[in-house]
């Protein structure tokens, strides 16, 4: 069983930066593929970027790529998201998620955190 708990979100003006982290518990953490996901109102939850197990393999949504940056430490059974030139459309619940599987389909990571919200002042 892994649990994940999602911490440093929060009000930003637009332009401004924040840098999600998200902790695991449970001892198979560095074997699993991490993925962040957003879910902004009356809409669907959605992929934001992912990382495998050994973070050598990194993908984006096309809306964050060059401004969003997903790392991991595994020493730490953290991952994290550093989301710099913040839109008001960045504005959304973000979740974090592991799996198995490499993937940016929500219904392939078996373990979510309970999300963190971020709020983007235009």
């Known amino acids: 069983q892994v649990q994940l708990v999602e911490s440093g979100g929060g009000l930003v003006q637009a332009g401004g930066s924040l840098r999600l982290s998200c902790a695991a518990s449970?001892?198979?953490?560095?074997?699993?593929?991490m993925g962040w996901f957003r879910q902004a109102p009356g809409k669907e939850r959605e992929f934001v970027a992912r990382i495998s197990w050994s973070a050598v393999s990194t993908y984006y949504t096309d809306s964050v790529k060059g401004r969003f940056t997903i790392s991991r430490d595994n020493a730490k059974n953290t991952v994290y998201l550093q989301m710099n030139s913040l839109k008001s459309e960045d504005t959304a619940v973000y979740y974090c998620?592991?799996?198995?599987?490499?993937?940016?389909?929500?219904?392939?990571?078996?373990?979510w955190g309970q999300g963190t919200q971020v709020t983007v002042s235009s």
């Open positions: 449970g001892p198979t953490f560095s074997s699993l593929a």
């Open positions: 998620a592991a799996g198995s599987v490499l993937s940016t389909l929500p219904s392939r990571y078996a373990y």
